[in-house]
């Protein structure tokens, strides 16, 4: 419907004193594979990939891999992973945190909140594929039992609670942990469970500091945002902990990283190979030096760089150990 402006009232024969034309808003248009794929944000899936290949290596360290049951495992999380990010998006929308000029819009493509896909849209999308998800889990657990499904339903569960009324987990501060919990324990357990068919305590152990890694990023991220996220009432941990508290933490979380896989090193529970992630601490001191002053804006790609780097070596360690075992 065409809005009035107030010279439409001014009319002379044959003409019309029109006023000031009014802004045009964004076509809406259909969610494409380009932008669908995009707005899924694929570069963070090395972080699903390193925790499911976490889970299998253990697996396969006890003689169980089967390679189409890791293949679907690994892609079934993928679009979990999918539906996770997509859904984030639609509910900051609902929320009024992701709009035009959020910073989350300066570096990744945001439909929802330019307004060119329909919400509606987003959310069949997210929802379609948390039943792909839900699909492959229920294959997986009639191969590998129940306890597969029951995984998959307590991740679909924090995936949703993690943005979703009347939660919102990220505004109450417990994003990292929701996301630790997800990525450090849940899928490297229930890739592990594929393969073994059995419960264990070894994913939950091998899988933590890929966790940590995983809530390092969206930590990162926090601190970035954390001037934008306190003016639109986003109380993230970044947020309720403070800058300087909170690039503290930042801190002391990667030592936790590194001072974990020693712990294992030394306790045997993976072998001297793992201390190769300590070729990554180069990396990692001057990462941890950016947090001590005004944080960048590529803070957190930085950071998934780190942990893509570190979660190879781990996993690495883990197949040089069969191979080349440490005498």
């Known amino acids: 419907m065409r809005h009035r402006s107030p010279g439409d009232a001014l009319r002379v024969p044959h003409c019309r004193l029109a006023g000031p034309a009014p802004a045009a808003s964004p076509p809406v248009r259909r969610l494409g594979f380009r932008t669908a794929l995009l707005s899924a944000r694929p570069w963070s899936f090395t972080m699903t990939f390193s925790s499911v290949t976490m889970g299998a290596l253990l697996a396969a360290l006890e003689g169980e891999f089967d390679l189409p049951l890791y293949l679907l495992t690994l892609g079934g999380m993928v679009v979990f992973h999918a539906a996770t990010n997509i859904l984030n998006d639609y509910y900051d ?6 709009k035009p000029g959020a910073p989350t819009t300066k570096y990744r493509l945001h439909p929802g909140a330019a307004g060119d896909v329909r919400p509606s849209t987003i959310l069949d999308f ?19 039992g129940p306890a597969i499904l029951f995984i998959t339903a307590a ?11 009347p939660v919102v987990l990220k505004a ?23 393969q073994t068919r059995a419960f264990s305590f ?38 309720r902990l403070g800058a300087k508290a909170a690039s503290r933490a930042y801190g002391w979380l990667l ?63 883990l197949v040089l150990s069969v191979f080349l075992p440490v005498v």
């Open 93 to 98: 929308v609902r929320h009024g945190v992701d």
């Open 126 to 144: 997210a929802l379609g594929l948390y039943a792909v998800t839900l699909l492959a889990a229920a294959y997986l657990a009639s191969v590998a």
């Open 155 to 165: 991740g679909v569960v924090g995936s949703v609670l993690y943005t979703a009324d």
């Open 172 to 194: 109450r501060g417990a994003g990292e942990a929701t996301v630790f919990v997800m990525w450090g324990l849940l899928i490297p357990m229930g890739a592990y469970m594929v």
């Open 202 to 239: 070894v994913p939950l152990v091998g899988g933590a500091p890929i966790g940590v890694f995983v809530a390092l990023v969206l930590l990162a991220n926090n601190i970035r945002d954390i001037d934008y996220d306190g003016s639109v009432s986003t109380r993230t941990l970044a947020v």
């Open 255 to 317: 030592g936790i990283a590194y001072a974990y896989v020693l712990a294992e090193v030394f306790s045997g529970f993976v072998s001297a190979w793992s201390l190769l992630v300590l070729v990554t601490l180069p990396g990692a001191v001057p990462l941890w030096r950016m947090f001590s002053g005004p944080v960048p804006d590529n803070a957190d790609p930085k950071t998934a760089a780190l942990a893509l780097q570190f979660s190879v070596l781990y996993m690495a360690s």
